[in-house]
């Protein structure tokens, strides 16, 4: 979907999505809203919002309520190349189903390599795992976001996840001055698998990130600033 000339002569002050937006205003504002109507309001008022997803398990969901707002809004995937094989065959059958417009990312040292040199995937919490999570996944991922240059990343976070994202929102700020948009923040993941039953979804329950190790962990793009 193309936009019109005249946004590009825009200043920061008239945009919604910019890092002095009034952020607790829209919280607010769609504190009880459904993740549709956030999403709805966010693609029309974004000049390049773009997705980010894992594939991880009731990700589909997610995926599956932007694109029916915006289905070629552009979705980010990084392949760190440690995924199980579930989990790409689940991805081809996602981006079939959904027509995604997927942009994939990938390290500049695979997995294969990765490992030759390194012994594998690190112990958690060592300076070793630091350099092992920003180059599979925070290196491309930056480099996405310097590629495409969106003002707003769409993200399929809830508050229920772990503690860091309890004490998030639907609207942050995020980094490469982006406005971070979680329509699904305020749901339940019962919520969510009843979406996805709901839609008939195809759902991946064999998922590992390796830069994570632990459900309740972050792997560090929520962390950036």
């Not at 590009?8 to 009034?22: E, K, N, V, Y």
């Amino acid at each position: 979907m193309g936009f019109s000339a005249g946004l590009s002569t825009q200043t920061p002050l008239s945009r919604t999505f910019h890092h002095g937006a009034d952020l607790d205003a829209l919280n607010q504002r769609f504190n009880t809203s459904k993740p549709s109507e956030i999403i709805q309001f966010t693609v029309a008022e974004a000049e390049n919002p773009v997705v980010f997803t894992n594939f991880r398990p009731l990700a589909v969901a997610f995926l599956h309520l932007v694109t029916q707002a915006r289905p070629d809004i552009p979705v980010i995937w990084v392949d760190h190349g440690y995924n199980t094989p579930e989990t790409y065959r689940h991805i081809e059958k996602v981006i079939k189903l959904l027509d995604l417009n997927l942009h994939t990312y990938s390290p500049k040292m695979s997995a294969a390599h990765y490992n030759a040199v390194y012994g594998g995937i690190p112990p958690l919490d060592t300076p070793e795992h630091d350099f092992f999570s920003r180059t599979v996944k925070l290196e491309p991922f930056n480099r996405a976001m310097q590629e495409l240059k969106p003002d707003v990343w769409l993200n399929g976070i809830r508050h229920d996840q772990n503690a860091h994202r309890k004490g998030l929102d639907v609207f942050t700020k995020g980094n490469h001055g982006t406005i971070r948009v979680a329509p699904m923040f305020h749901l339940k993941e019962i919520d969510v698998e009843e979406y996805v039953y709901e839609n008939d979804l195809p759902d991946n329950d064999v998922y590992f990130d390796p830069t994570k190790g632990e459900e309740h962990r972050e792997c560090g793009l929520l962390l950036q600033k």
